[in-house]
């Protein structure tokens, strides 16, 4: 399809059209801004919700960095799926730990977002969230789970992060919900 620009031609009272390209667009567009109705309006027309741009966001991935909760939601709700990767190997989850963003990291888990999964050099949100200090962020991901003994490609865990960082109270949380590893 492409677009229909009226000049004087009988097609003009025809309705604008869009080629997939733009609406994709317009759909990764929607769901970065938080446009949630617009985004619902699209999965209803069965956009595929997990289409991605040139850097391998997806529409999930930049509603949930963008801090979209209720587009987050809509996404999931409309079948996207929770753990595609981005082309640095990022899934929502890590942009919403790296951010501290509490109430999408909630949904993203209530739809079964893997808690644990890796970028490309290995670091999972749980490593994300202790570098960038998301205390809050961190119990979260530990209640659900997290196991901060992985190790990213340089050697270094969430446990270890926390340790150089002397931060002590995620060592504490560590220690109350992941015990570390005996031997």
Not at 74 to 92: I, V, W
Not at 149 to 154: H, N
């Amino acid at each position: 399809m492409s677009k229909t620009i009226a000049h004087g031609d009988p097609a003009a009272d025809a309705p604008e059209s869009f080629s997939n390209a733009e609406i994709e667009t317009l759909f990764l567009s929607a769901a970065r801004d938080g446009q949630t109705d617009l985004v619902t309006e699209f999965l209803k027309a069965g956009i595929n919700p997990d289409i991605r741009n040139d850097k391998g966001y997806t529409a999930l991935i930049l509603a949930a960095y963008n801090g979209h909760e209720p587009t987050v939601r809509a996404l999931l709700e409309g079948g996207a799926s929770p753990d595609l990767q981005d082309a640095k190997g990022a899934t929502a989850l890590a942009g919403v730990a790296f951010k501290g963003d509490l109430p999408c990291a909630r949904v993203l888990a209530a739809h079964g977002a893997g808690i644990d999964v890796p970028n490309f050099v290995g670091r999972t949100p749980l490593i994300f969230a202790v570098m960038f200090n998301r205390d809050p962020m961190v119990t979260f991901l530990l209640e659900h789970g997290a196991n901060p003994d992985l190790r990213d490609g340089e050697g270094i865990s969430a446990r270890l992060f926390a340790t150089r960082q002397g931060n002590t109270a995620l060592l504490d949380a560590m220690k109350r919900t992941a015990p570390a590893p005996q031997g």
